[in-house]
Structures are given as C-alpha cells and as structure tokens.
Nanobody, 121 residues
Framework: QVQFVESGGGLVQPGGSLRLSCTHS????????VAWFHQAPGKERERVAC???????FYADSVKDRFAISRDNPKNAVSLQMNSLKPEDTGVYSC???????????????WGRGTQVAVSS
C-alpha cells in the first residue's frame, strides 16, 4: 500500500532496449528524489540511477551512457530507459526514496517489490 510499484520488465535480447516504470500511490513523485536499483542473481543490490526533486540525474558507472532516468509527472511515475542491454543487466529492478540528496544518500525507504528483467538470446 505504501510502497513503489515497478513495471515493464521482461525478456529482451542483448543489445535491445526496455523501459521500466515506477509509481507510488501515496506520494507525488515530482516532489521527491527517486532511485532505481538493480540486483543481479546472487549479487549485492546496486543503485543504477537517481533523480533529484529538481531534476538532477546520477548514474552508476556500469550504466552510464546506456540508461536514462526521467519523470513522467502526468502518470506520477519515474521511468528507467535501458538501452544496449547486456546479459549482466539481468535481475530485479526496484525503486526507493533516498533519505537525503541523491549524491549523498546512504539510506533508502519504501522499497518496491521490483520487476524482473532478463537479457538473453
């Protein structure tokens, strides 16, 4: 009820693209920073992108120049456009609120269940 809901995951071939969406029924996302995370099977969860309340964007080195985070305010959503996908991008993608500015945050809240992405031929 009070959490993010992620959607858009699926199976895609290497080199392909996928667009994920994250919504929250309890908050107007335009007012908050939102982060996307990736957890590969058997690996630690990694923050891949964060967008601040004023539109600053931050990316992990592993996804720079391939992924883009953006807002879709009419849908109260934050999207993650993923291009040039690699097999190592496989895993669960989830959203959370950073408890501080994107560039200094160490704690996150309201984790979503995540959406599964599989990059395979």
């Amino acid at each position: 009820q009070v959490q993010f809901v992620e959607s858009g995951g699926g199976l895609v071939q290497p080199g392909g693209s996928l667009r994920l969406s994250c919504t929250h029924s309890g908050y107007t996302l335009d007012d908050y920073a939102v982060a996307w995370f990736h957890q590969a099977p058997g690996k630690e969860r990694e923050r891949v992108a964060c967008i601040s309340s004023i539109g600053e964007v931050f990316y992990a080195d592993s996804v720079k120049d391939r992924f883009a985070i953006s807002r879709d305010n009419p849908k109260n959503a934050v999207s993650l456009q993923m291009n040039s996908l690699k097999p190592e991008d496989t895993g669960v993608y989830s959203c959370a609120f950073p408890l501080g500015p994107c560039d200094f945050a160490h704690e996150y809240a309201h984790w979503g269940r995540g959406t599964q992405v599989a990059v395979s031929s």
